[in-house]
């Protein structure tokens, strides 16, 4: 099982990812942990810098902004390339639950060079 799996991420064709989170998801205080958003994010936004490249990329630098908990239910991680250079890639990201964003992100990611 890879570490995908064990959180329960889902990832459609448009690279959305989707969490269904339950009681395993969840801190002592009973809301979604943030390492589950994190993760949430780092997989959107890697698939995006992905699908913009052609390539594998690397998590250079990740940076998450919490901004209300998340809650039991369903979570949505969406994210887009903001800036494509030789060998980086600029990617933002956000975590939705019913419509709020829960946290959003900037992520730098490195590629082959290009062509």
Known sequence: MGFREHVALQVDEGGRVVVEAGE??????????????????????GTAAFEASGEAPVTVSLTVTYLEPGRPGRLEAVANVRKRGKRLLVVEGEVLQNGDVVADALATFSVKPSA
């Open 24 to 45: 395993e998801h969840l801190n002592q205080h009973g809301t979604v942990h943030g390492g589950v958003l994190a993760t949430m994010l780092d997989v959107a936004m």
